[in-house]
């Protein structure tokens, strides 16, 4: 199900996981040339049988220290959010309310497509792989069977939330450890009149402040790279998550790794690192990392997809929308310094 090697932005892959209880990924590029990467985009569903964490879930991800691990940690998520204060206006004026990437078909990765075209559809591909994800994990459209609450684990400016919650009449809760982002999710919120449906708070989604078996549907769309503990993400996923409910997770991975291997290559590796300094991001797993973990917390019905091709044109189409007037002045206007050399801020 997860097979070859995907032609992505010279970042990373997207990978899509769901497990009813659900996973994708996506990247940014950093140069802006096409090549081949260790990043997959994969899906993994399952539906969670309990909403409690199992003890001793673990991937093959190595810890450091843990005083040492706890300061890295810190750190990191102070940079998530330093980063996300400073961007997210400039991502809502070229991509919108979604800060995700977009779902084509593969045919238009081919050559002969047209990024004009494609950079005139890319907001609709971003609603499409939302869809995609849910359709994915099976997700009813029953008035008697959908999700009643929902929480958004890196909500961003919102997106995501406003879309489900009108999508399912539901009630959706947001978390972002940026300020600013949550600050502007709430205002996007009451001026399409949800105020009454969404909600969005400062929190770590290390250490949610909810109840345990609080929702139906747990979402989690492009925010799982920035985790610094993938167990501990997942069982707070698992944790907040109603008995019967289900989690979809979209985020970025790198390829499995064959029997023989013990880790990447020095090469992939390399390239890795270059993604993880640009975008503050922790060490990377596999989406077998994560089937491992779902697995070891006793969901069912655990799935997965390779969607790399699906979101290779994206990038393209975003690049050629920031080539507008609009795209160049929201550029000159943001505090981000960019470094010529490789692209990053």
């Known amino acids: 199900m997860m097979s070859g090697a995907a032609w992505l932005c010279n970042s990373c892959g997207s990978r899509s996981l769901v497990?009813?209880?659900?996973?994708?990924?996506?990247?940014?590029?950093?140069?802006?040339?096409?090549?081949?990467?260790?990043?997959?985009?994969?899906?993994?569903?399952?539906?969670?049988?309990?909403?409690?964490?199992?003890?001793?879930?673990?991937?093959?991800?190595?810890?450091?220290?843990?005083?040492?691990?706890?300061?890295?940690?810190?750190?990191?998520?102070?940079?998530?959010?330093?980063?996300?204060?400073?961007?997210?206006?400039?991502?809502?004026?070229?991509?919108?309310?979604?800060?995700?990437?977009?779902?084509?078909?593969?045919?238009?990765?081919?050559?002969?497509?047209?990024?004009s075209k494609l950079s005139v559809d890319h907001r609709s591909a971003q609603i499409r792989m939302i869809e995609e994800a849910l359709r994915f994990a099976a997700l009813s459209d029953d008035p008697m069977n959908r999700p009643k609450s929902i929480v958004d684990v890196g909500c961003g400016i919102g997106g995501s939330s406003r879309y489900l919650a009108r999508k399912y009449e539901a009630q959706c809760q947001g978390i972002t450890l940026s300020p600013v982002q949550a600050q502007r999710a709430q205002a996007l919120a009451a001026a399409q009149g949800l105020a009454d449906k969404v909600s969005f708070q400062v929190a770590d989604a290390l250490n949610q402040p909810f109840p345990d078996g609080q929702f139906d549907l747990v979402w989690s769309m492009e925010s799982g790279e920035h985790m610094p503990d993938k167990t501990k993400f997942v069982n707070e996923l698992a944790r907040v998550a109603a008995p019967g409910g289900t989690i979809i997770i979209v985020t970025w991975c790198h390829r499995d790794l064959s029997p023989s291997e013990e880790s990447l290559t020095p090469k992939e590796k390399k390239l890795l690192k270059k993604i993880c300094d640009a975008y503050y991001l922790p060490e990377w797993?596999?989406?077998?990392?994560?089937?491992n973990l779902l697995q070891s917390l006793s969901l069912q019905d655990i799935k997965a997809a390779d969607w790399s091709e699906n979101v290779a044109p994206f990038w393209p189409a975003v690049i050629s929308s920031a080539l507008t007037w609009k795209g160049f002045v929201s550029l000159l206007q943001s505090d981000l310094p960019i470094d010529d050399q490789d692209g990053r801020p």
């Open 285 to 291: 797993c596999s989406t077998a990392d994560y089937v």
């Open 19 to 115: 497990v009813r209880n659900t996973s994708l990924s996506t990247c940014r590029p950093l140069l802006g040339r096409w090549i081949q990467t260790p990043g997959r985009t994969s899906g993994i569903a399952a539906k969670t049988r309990r909403p409690t964490a199992v003890a001793g879930a673990s991937s093959t991800m190595k810890p450091a220290p843990r005083a040492r691990q706890e300061e890295e940690d810190k750190r990191l998520k102070e940079q998530i959010a330093e980063f996300y204060d400073e961007s997210s206006g400039i991502w809502e004026e070229i991509w919108g309310d979604h800060l995700h990437h977009g779902f084509y078909e593969p045919a238009t990765a081919k050559p002969s497509s047209s990024v």
